[in-house]
Each structure stands twice: as C-alpha cells, then as structure tokens.
C-alpha cells in the first residue's frame, strides 16, 4: 500500500460516520461510485475540518457561505458506546431511561439527536443518529462527547454539501486553524497511469519521451 493510499483511508475514517451520512460522502472518499451525487466531481481538493483541532467552537454553524451551513455533526458507530443516556443526546444523565424520551433536556437546540433501543431492553444498548436535516453545525452536541464520552460525535464538512469555495470562509475565522485542503483522491494515484501514457506516446512517436529529446 502506498503512502498516498495511506494517507486517503486515514482521512476516509475520518469520515467513518458515513452510515449517517447515508453513504454519500463515504462513497466520495472510496470513489466507489462515479455517479455519487455531489457539488464538484473533477475538483481535485475537498475542505475539511482536522479533528486534532476542533474544538467546536460553534463557528462552522455561522461561517460557511451556504445557510444552512455544509458542515454536518456524525456519530461515529465504531467509537459510540451506546450507553443508556448519551452526553450528546441529553444534558442531565440522571434520568431513567424510560423518561429520557420524553423528560430527557435535549442537549441539541433542534433535538437533531436521535435515540433508538438496540437490544438489551430499557437499560441496554441504544443508538445514537444525528437528523442531518435538522442539525445546523452548533457543535454542541460533538463538544460533549468530546469533552465527556467517547469522542464519537464530531462534525465533517459534507463533501456532497460543500461548493468548494476557494477559500473556505470557515477557515478564515476558525479560532484552532482547523480547516485544511486536501486532496479528494489520493494524490500519487494517477501519476503512474500518467507516466504510462507518456511512455506509449512517445514509443508511438507523438510526444518527445525525455525534455532532452524534446530539445534536440
Ligand atoms: S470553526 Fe474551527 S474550531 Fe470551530 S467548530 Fe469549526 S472547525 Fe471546529
Ligand atoms: S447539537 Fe448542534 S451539531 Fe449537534 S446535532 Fe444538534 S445542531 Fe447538530
Ligand atoms: S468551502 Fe464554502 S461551502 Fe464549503 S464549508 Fe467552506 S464556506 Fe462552506
């Protein structure tokens, strides 16, 4: 596996929230699907938001040009722990969990935070979704998980969302520089399908083969 390689599924798993994201940005990062709908196809860079620095200011919400913005909150199903109450789900955990549906202080002012038994009974294991139409990118909910959970909840600039802007205008006010460009597919992977082509033109005669070649 090459470094290239490497480095995309580090930042696909960044986005390995993708269940909650209906699989749009996930099938964008894994280029498994050509047709997936989204902004800027041959835009060789996506923003995205470095999670070693976010700390959930809440700016994402207010700074992106698109209202409402492109950033999403995700719950990462791998690192959830699917407790019985959820630091992002409410605020007050010392709630039954039979009342939390409907004493439970929603942490999120939109309620985007979903709760669903999973198995176990009332006191077993529950999941935990964000409403992707509802969530607006406050951050509140990611920064308490952060803070107290799991670190299962963070938000990602939605790839199918986002018309990458020159500029990301959140990157220009994010207090901890967390916005980054990268690439949207890995970097070095074309480069050898590149030289290849080169190498046939050349022994075809089109193309000089060598800059030398091209000088004599
Ligand atoms: S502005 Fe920066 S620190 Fe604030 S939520 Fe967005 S990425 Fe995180
Ligand atoms: S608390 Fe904020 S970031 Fe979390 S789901 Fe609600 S609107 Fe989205
Ligand atoms: S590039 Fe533009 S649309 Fe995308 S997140 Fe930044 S401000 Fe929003």
């Known amino acids: 596996m090459n ?25 964008i990062f894994t ?19 470095n999670l070693d620095k ?27 722990s699917y407790c019985v109450a959820c630091y992002g789900h409410i605020s007050d955990l010392n709630v039954s969990s039979e009342m939390i549906q409907d004493k439970g202080v929603r942490v999120c002012p939109y309620d985007a935070v979903t709760r669903k038994q999973l198995s176990g009974g009332k006191d077993g ?20 998980c952060n803070e107290l959970g799991t670190k299962s909840m963070f938000l990602v600039i939605r790839p199918d969302l986002c ?3 020159n500029r990301c205008n959140i990157s220009a006010v994010c207090p901890k520089n967390a916005i980054e460009r990268a690439h949207s597919y890995p970097e070095d992977d074309f480069k050898g399908d590149y030289e290849l ?16 070649a091209q000088e004599s």
């Open 125 to 144: 294991y529950h999941i935990y979704a964000i409403d992707e139409a509802k969530c607006t990118a406050c951050g509140k909910c990611t920064k308490r």
């Open 163 to 165: 018309i990458g802007c």
């Open 3 to 27: 470094a290239g390689r490497r480095r995309f599924i580090r930042f696909g798993g960044q986005l390995i929230g993708a269940s909650a994201l209906g699989g749009t940005a996930w099938r």
């Open 197 to 212: 082509e080169m190498q046939m033109k050349a022994a075809e005669g089109e193309v000089p083969d060598t800059p030398n």
């Open 54 to 80: 976010c700390n959930f200011c809440g700016l994402c919400e207010t700074a992106c040009v698109r209202k409402p913005s492109a950033v999403k909150a995700v719950n990462d199903p791998t690192k959830c």
């Open 31 to 49: 280029g498994s699907d050509a047709s997936a709908e989204f902004s800027q196809p041959n835009n060789p860079y996506v923003w995205r938001i």
